[in-house]
């Protein structure tokens, strides 16, 4: 146990709707990762959150957005869904914001658009 | 090209063997190297973690990193069938947010 939480595990819905994941980081960590992972893409970062500010931006999508909140836990709202957003997502957490700081994976959300 | 390069296998050995994975990278900035193991839909399982060049050994687990080359390696020895699973190779930069992977390398361990 990574000590990342991560919910739901698996979800089904439909195109153009509307979903939140949501993490919350090891204890002690001020940062969050998440990641989105298909067959054909391996692991690509979306976005990283720093003590509840933007830290930095990967390929993300406008139709998705990500926020961290006080309590440090964070989540990741994805529009207008597509097929092709079908993937498992991953929010993972570190301590520092930059550097070399090792990174701890949650267990996942997995999506299922249909 | 893809900054990080892993060839996807499957990489199919006895129980018993030394299993060998590589990556390759192609961004000189890198400085930090990470193998990770993940189970069929599973979250990322971190394995080893190096800074900049070198080799580093933990219980059954090797990880070499050259940066002149840039080439990183992951032994196992004594593999077992519980090593099954996909090992992803992760990198990142000194003063950089995010880790860049490796689309990973499937490996089976036959009892």
């Known amino acids: 146990d990574s000590g990342v939480t991560q919910t739901p595990k698996h979800l089904i819905t439909a195109t153009g709707q509307r979903v939140t994941l949501r993490c919350s980081p090891r204890?002690?960590?001020?940062?969050v990762y998440w990641y989105q992972q298909s067959l054909d893409q391996g692991l690509q970062f979306l976005i990283q959150?720093?003590?509840?500010?933007?830290?930095a931006k990967g390929n993300i999508l406008e139709r998705f957005s990500a926020q961290q909140f006080p309590d440090l836990h964070s989540e990741l709202n994805l529009s207008s869904l597509e097929l092709g957003d079908s993937a498992l997502y991953f929010c993972?957490?570190?301590?520092?914001?930059?550097?070399?700081?090792?990174?701890?994976f949650g267990e996942g959300s997995w999506l299922t658009v249909v | 090209q893809k900054e990080v390069e892993q060839d996807p296998g499957p990489l199919s050995v006895p129980e018993g063997a030394i299993v060998s994975l590589n990556c390759t990278y192609s961004?000189?900035?890198?400085?930090?190297f990470m193998w990770y193991r993940q189970y069929s839909r599973k979250g990322p399982e971190l394995l080893m973690y190096?800074?900049?060049?070198g080799n580093k050994e933990d219980g059954r687990f090797t990880a070499q990193v050259d940066k002149s080359s840039k080439y990183i390696s992951l032994f196992i020895r004594d593999s077992q069938p519980s090593d099954s699973a996909t090992y992803l190779c992760a990198m990142g930069t000194a003063a950089g947010n995010k880790l860049t992977f490796g689309g990973g390398t499937r490996v089976l361990v036959k009892p």
């Open positions: 961004n000189s900035a890198f400085q930090y």
């Open positions: 204890s002690g960590d001020l940062s």
């Open positions: 993972a957490s570190s301590f520092a914001g930059t550097g070399a700081n090792t990174i701890y």
């Open positions: 190096t800074y900049s060049s």
């Open positions: 959150y720093y003590n509840g500010e933007e830290r």
